[in-house]
């Protein structure tokens, strides 16, 4: 099996983990959004010392690749990139979408579809929509979700269970009772069952040239101008 370190940092939640392939061995979360860069190393040596494995014997690095935030994305992809180049291991790059969904599926066990949504701040969010095998049957999308977003879905009787960081938000303006909300967040943890897939197939991403996948431009402001 495969000795994988797992690196999530698409949302507010910046959490990295070490796994064996079968179990976890090490995980460390923080919440703290606006500290991802300061605490990302140290986060990860206290996986490695509490694993009790160093980074060199790891066999690879996997990474959640977005969509998400832009910040968020761009740290975690620079870290994983900067160990893979360092230690010569590859790189795994895994959908933070499609992880989330599968994780959400195997908490609720339910025959309905899943609609994993990252915050995208206001009230829009970036949600694609799995079955209930993992299987992508709406691609990715900055959606604005608005009580008729999932309208036609209802129309057909098919239940969707939300989950994720813009989920919450989603709850005061979908009503319909065919709409279900999970409380499952994204987590280094999660990304273990498709790091080890990729990993067995190896289907490993160009360390020097694979970006982050972030739908959308960063939201840039420019600062306002003072009285003087």
Known sequence: MALLLLIETATDICSIGISDG???LALRESDAFHEHAARIT???VAC???AGVPLSALDAVAVSTGPGSYTGLRIGVSTAKGICYALQKPLIAVDTL???ALATAHLEKRPALYCPMID???MEVYAAIFDA?????????ALRVEENT???YFAKEQAIVFSGSGAEKCKAVLHSPLAHFSPVLCSAAHLMPLANAA???KTFADVAYFEPFYLKPPNITTPKKGLW
Do not use: C, H, K, Y
């Not at 095998?133 to 999308?141: E, H, V, W």
């Open 98 to 100: 499609q992880v989330l």
């Open 48 to 50: 490695a010392e509490e």
């Open 150 to 152: 999932f309208a036609d």
């Open 199 to 201: 990993f067995a197939a």
């Open 120 to 122: 995208a701040r206001r």
């Open 22 to 24: 079968t179990q976890l």
């Open 42 to 44: 140290g986060m990860i």
């Open 133 to 141: 095998d993992n299987r992508l049957i709406q691609p990715a999308a």
